[in-house]
């Protein structure tokens, strides 16, 4: 199975902490099943020229979403989260070869995770 055919994807976004509380709102609006979220650091296109490590505070989210709306999830998170400042972070779209559910120790499927 080619990376285009599996069914999942994972939407790694790296934003400002200001800007968690919106994005979190705008991926349930969206009906989004699922996220988790991570306090980061690190530094890239902006560096915080204040600390020693340059390293500055970011938080991680991270969608499962199956293929066909993780563009549109991206997206949102951009939407949302866009100052046009730099720092504003990143998204990724990568793809998922298997995805089970911890609970059922099933393998998802594109329909449902249960």
Do not use: N
Not at 88 to 107: C, K, N, S
Request: glycine share 8%; hydrophobic share 40%; with cysteine.
């Amino acid at each position: 199975m080619s990376d285009l055919d599996m069914p999942f994807r994972k939407v790694t976004a790296i934003i400002r902490p200001d800007v968690l509380k919106e994005v979190e709102e705008r991926l349930i609006d969206l009906g989004v099943p699922g996220v988790s979220v991570t306090r980061v650091k690190g530094f890239g296109e902006h560096a915080s020229f204040y600390s020693p490590d340059w390293l500055m505070t970011h938080v991680r989210i991270e969608v499962f979403i199956e293929r066909g709306r993780a563009r549109e999830i991206a997206e949102a998170i951009m939407d949302t989260a866009h100052s046009g400042r730099e720092g504003d972070g990143i998204v990724a779209i990568l793809p998922v070869e298997t995805l089970f559910h911890v609970r059922t120790r099933r393998e998802c499927d594109q329909e449902a995770c249960e």
